[in-house]
């Protein structure tokens, strides 16, 4: 008999990972209040004060209720609830279920519960040998800008937005969000560390160089472990920027070697016996 692995605390970064990819599902699509109030409770507790997470302060909170909320006339907090608990269901029956945690809200309390989802876990699915997934995540870090001429800064961000955009057009990948990310940019981190907070299978970053009206661009990707699986270098004349962004960013999705990412956009399932 198999001991069960145990499976990991949720650190913030990877509940706040999970709460941007809430936003994004299809599930939670035009139920922007049912997400304010998921993004507010959440907060709270991850700013520690869960304890406060009551019918009255959530109503005054959420929804600005002027006079204050009296949940003795007032049921709103209660069916909002109720609702955010069903998509919630609904989202890790579906698209969440491959999710590496899941954000619960028990009957009859306010208070979220984020628990660490095991991968080997059986799905609910058809027979195929291959299903589709939600891809591998990737995290693409801020870039920095090594030379201190005006506008390489800006340079160096506009890079990273292009990244962004062209790797989450690409198949087998989710990326963490533009706003997660930059909450690491001039931080000093390892990889590895920021992959485990994460909960990424590898972290994309590099810098720029500006020099003599040549720019030199270089990137490169990091496993779980710390250890680059790939990189690569780009030099071109410093002209027409936007346009320089877009074609690094287009040649680096095309030349990037992350094959090992790309098998954990696919879960095994047995065929029926």
């Known amino acids: 008999?198999?001991?069960?692995?145990?499976?990991?605390?949720?650190?913030?970064?990877?509940?706040?990972?999970?709460?941007?990819?809430l936003q994004r599902s299809r599930i939670f699509a035009g139920s922007e209040r049912l997400l304010v109030l998921l993004r507010f409770i959440v907060g709270e507790v991850l700013e520690g004060r869960g304890a406060t997470?009551?019918?009255?302060?959530?109503?005054n909170a959420v929804y600005g209720r002027e006079p204050p909320y009296d949940p003795r006339i007032d049921s709103t907090v209660r069916v909002e609830a109720r609702r955010l608990r069903g998509k919630l269901k609904a989202h890790y029956d579906d698209e969440?279920?491959?999710d590496a945690i899941r954000i619960a809200l028990p009957t009859g309390g306010y208070v979220p519960q984020f628990l660490a989802q095991s991968p080997e876990a059986p799905r609910p699915g058809g027979a195929a040998l291959f299903r589709n997934g939600l891809g591998a995540a990737l995290a693409i870090m801020p870039f920095r800008a090594l030379s201190g001429e005006a506008g390489d800064a800006a340079f160096a961000d506009g890079l990273t937005d292009e990244l962004m955009f062209a790797f989450a057009r690409a198949p087998g990948l989710r990326l963490i969000s533009r706003s997660l990310a930059l909450q690491y940019k001039d931080r000093a981190y390892s990889p590895a560390r920021l992959a485990a907070e994460l909960g990424v299978g590898a972290v994309l970053q590099g810098t720029t160089r500006h020099e003599a009206g040549?720019?030199?661009?270089?990137?490169?990707?990091?496993d779980p472990r710390g250890f680059i699986v790939w990189s690569d270098r780009f030099d071109a004349p410093d002209r027409d920027r936007v346009r320089l962004q877009?074609?690094?960013?287009?040649?680096?999705?095309?030349?990037?070697?992350?094959?090992?990412?790309?098998?954990?956009?696919?879960?095994?399932?047995?065929e029926p016996g």
Do not use: F
């Not at 069960?4 to 706040?16: F, I, K, W």
């Not at 997470?53 to 109503?59: H, Y």
């Not at 040549?214 to 990091?222: D, F, K, P």
């Open 246 to 270: 877009e074609k690094i960013a287009a040649t680096a999705v095309s030349r990037a070697r992350l094959d090992s990412l790309q098998m954990g956009a696919m879960h095994l399932s047995p």
């Open 1 to 21: 008999m198999h001991a069960v692995p145990e499976l990991p605390v949720p650190t913030p970064a990877v509940v706040r990972a999970e709460l941007d990819r």
């Open 53 to 59: 997470l009551k019918e009255s302060v959530i109503g």
């Open 96 to 98: 969440g279920r491959t």
């Open 214 to 222: 040549l720019i030199r661009v270089m990137i490169e990707a990091s």
